[in-house]
């Protein structure tokens, strides 16, 4: 078979990763505080006993775009927006720690706060409030409530977001759509006591929905031309092998 569709099948192959990680975006473009993934690729020549002319594709660690999305004000009291490189705290189900910057919190019928449906962590643990309270979270993290029915100078502190401060480089993307460390000891990061959020906002996805679109067209458009290329190759072995057969 000749060397050429192997060269022209390892590109169609970058080509359909690399749709999968724009359809992935696309549909995370309204998810609050969604970080886009970038793809990368490089070529890589071919060494052997011939002539160095041929060159393969191969993808680089794929990395995300650290740019912020923008700060919508929501006027609802759960609704948090973080600063560059703030994380929020979040347990996972086998007792493990992930971050995100998804705002967006809610309270469940036990009172307790969660992410996505995640439990979201505090300095002392996962978070609770009193059921049909009024909850109210403060720019350093604070959660004060006042109960139903309480007087107004009824405030009570029931606990403070667990904020952390990491670079996206320094985080791993899971499959689940946490970031999770990657430190060999597998210990949690250690709360940022300085950091201050912004209540009562969101911050949207960073995705461009019109240059995701531009991107898969893009991309579709160069998975054909590699298609193109095989089908051209195999094409001529074809013809090749029946004139030889002629002969």
């Known amino acids: 078979m000749d060397r050429a569709i192997y060269t022209a099948m390892g590109a169609a192959g970058a080509a359909l990763n690399r749709q999968a990680v724009t359809a992935n975006n696309l ?3 309204s998810t609050p505080g969604f970080r886009a993934q ?3 690729y490089r070529a890589v ?7 160095p002319t041929r060159t393969l594709v191969t993808e680089s660690t794929p990395y995300h775009d650290n740019t912020m999305g923008a700060i919508n004000q929501s006027g609802r009291n759960l609704d948090v927006a973080l600063p560059q490189d703030g994380w929020l705290a979040v347990s996972l189900a086998d007792g493990s720690e992930a971050y995100t910057r998804d705002g967006n919190i809610e309270v469940d019928n036990e009172g307790q706060l969660r992410v996505r449906g995640f439990p979201l962590l505090g300095d002392g643990g996962p978070l609770t409030v009193p059921p049909q309270s009024e909850v109210t979270i ?3 993290g604070s959660i004060t409530v006042l109960g139903a029915g309480d ?6 502190q029931v606990g403070r977001l667990k904020m952390v401060n990491a670079p996206i480089q320094t985080l791993r993307n899971g499959d ?8 060999q000891n597998g210990q949690p990061l250690p709360a940022d006591l300085e950091m201050k959020l912004v209540p009562g906002a969101i911050e949207s996805s960073n995705v461009s929905p019109v240059k995701s679109m531009v991107d898969m067209i ?6 054909d031309m590699q298609m193109k290329v095989i089908s051209a190759v ?10 030889l057969s002629i002969s």
């Open 27 to 29: 549909a995370n473009a």
């Open 38 to 40: 970038l793809m990368a």
């Open 45 to 51: 020549p071919v060494n052997g006993p011939s002539v």
């Open 138 to 140: 403060a720019p350093d």
């Open 151 to 156: 007087e107004p100078t009824a405030l009570a």
């Open 176 to 183: 689940d759509g946490f970031f999770h460390t990657t430190a």
């Open 218 to 223: 893009s991309t579709a458009r160069s998975f």
């Open 234 to 243: 195999d094409d001529n072995a074809k013809n090749a092998n029946q004139l």
